[in-house]
């Protein structure tokens, strides 16, 4: 008597099917691409980006890595499917380095909390607070022309009180609006053949420009030999 084959496996269900499809946890690698070409019914296909690391119901959550076709890449926490967390975003060069943009805290894709921020194109550096993608708070940003600033930060720019260091030796200190100085204002004024600070304005500013205030000579200093002698009496000429 010939046997009856097993009977076929349980179907199943969409809840089952679903749960299978779903990714939840660690995973290998996924690779995401999309087509480019269909030519004599051939399909080409590239790839845009790939992905490390944990999900959660379908999306990058945890720690997990994202590496884009023009070779930027993101090392760092998610939540659902953005950057939420601490994590360094990464830039491929031309010369095929990468260079490090942003490392710290992110909230929602954005940069959120304190952070440092290399720009790009330029060899300005930010160090401080963040909110929303923008600096805002207390930071230091040091600008690739020699420049330093060290204050309080609103809407990307410098905004409330702050320090200015000029790559001149001048040395500025007061309030700021909109990235300009405006309002109280201390600028003290460097001389290279003294090696010291030697005058100073105090007064008000207005839209970057001083407006209303006093100039004075700044007392010698101890630290700088040169400052303890007087400056030369000017030479006197018969004009006509």
Known sequence: MMERPPPP???LTSEEQEALASRTGPRRTVYYTKLVGKEAGNSE???????????????WEGKGTLEKADGERYVGEWQAGKRHGTGVLWKRLP????????SGQWK??????????NYEGSKDVYMGEWHQGQRAGVGICTYGDG????????GDKRHGFGVFDYKSG?????LWVEDKKEGKGVHFYYENAKKAHTKRYDGEW????????????????PLAP????PDPIPSVELVD
């Open 9 to 11: 496996g349980r179907l």
């Open 45 to 59: 296909y590239a790839r845009t980006q790939q992905y490390l690391g944990e999900w959660k119901q379908n999306k």
């Open 95 to 102: 010369d095929g380095s990468l260079r490090k943009l942003y």
């Open 108 to 117: 929602q894709g954005l940069q959120s909390g304190r952070g440092t921020l």
């Open 147 to 154: 420049g330093v600033y060290e204050g309080e930060w609103m």
């Open 170 to 174: 001048d040395h500025f200190e007061g």
């Open 206 to 221: 207005v839209d970057d420009v001083p407006k209303c205030g006093a100039y004075t000579e700044m007392p010698p200093d």
């Open 226 to 229: 040169a400052t303890q002698e």
